[in-house]
């Protein structure tokens, strides 16, 4: 299948953590069975592009948008070397925004026309979730098309 930015319908979230790699296994499988595109979308804090961008690659300075897609890029990569991909690879599509995460994620998937975005959470005591916030419990509450939150391991 070919990607055609006109049938989206399943967006990834990735972080660098373990868990990309499950979500990365079951966005993939869903998406394979649906015969649908796969968005893998990864969200940069401002904090962290501001670091980013003041490195160099290989002696060149680079622009923001080919740094942010790198980044992007070796993402999916690292998530996909212990992770069977499903999904024919010419219709998965890296996307990196930056700004706050469950923000950035949820309207993401609204002006895709996602059906479905898929999350990967850890899990965290009730004084955890209010002390620190859940990214995932964010999405999951305002997101307008449903949320799968695969189970992980924890970190």
């Given at each position: 299948?070919?990607?055609?930015?006109?049938?989206?319908t399943?967006?990834?979230?990735?972080?660098?953590?373990?868990?990309?790699s499950?979500?990365?296994?079951?966005?993939?499988?869903?998406?394979?069975?649906?015969?649908?595109?796969?968005?893998?979308?990864?969200?940069?804090?401002?904090?962290?592009?501001?670091?980013?961008?003041?490195?160099?690659?290989?002696?060149?300075?680079?622009?923001?948008?080919?740094?942010?897609?790198?980044?992007?890029?070796?993402?999916?990569?690292?998530?996909?070397?212990?992770?069977?991909?499903?999904?024919?690879?010419?219709?998965?599509?890296t996307?990196?925004?930056?700004?706050?995460?469950?923000?950035?994620?949820?309207?993401?998937?609204?002006?895709?026309?996602?059906?479905?975005?898929?999350?990967?959470?850890?899990?965290?005591?009730?004084?955890?979730?209010?002390?620190?916030?859940?990214?995932?419990?964010?999405?999951?509450l305002?997101?307008?098309?449903?949320?799968?939150?695969?189970?992980?391991?924890?970190?």
């Amino acid at each position: 299948m070919e990607y055609d930015e006109r049938s989206v319908t399943i967006v990834a979230t990735l972080d660098d953590s373990n868990r990309a790699s499950t979500v990365l296994s079951h966005a993939s499988t869903l998406a394979s069975d649906l015969d649908e595109p796969l968005y893998v979308l990864h969200v940069l804090r401002r904090s962290t592009l501001a670091s980013v961008l003041e490195k160099e690659v290989k002696g060149q300075a680079v622009t923001e948008n080919y740094e942010i897609q790198r980044i992007g890029d070796e993402l999916v990569e690292k998530a996909a070397v212990n992770t069977e991909i499903t999904h024919d690879p010419d219709a998965i599509k890296t996307v990196v925004r930056v700004g706050d995460p469950a923000e950035e994620i949820r309207s993401y998937g609204e002006e895709v026309g996602a059906r479905c975005i898929v999350v990967g959470g850890r899990r965290r005591s009730p004084t955890g979730k209010v002390l620190f916030g859940s990214v995932v419990q964010q999405v999951m509450l305002t997101a307008s098309v449903p949320v799968l939150n695969v189970p992980t391991e924890n970190d």
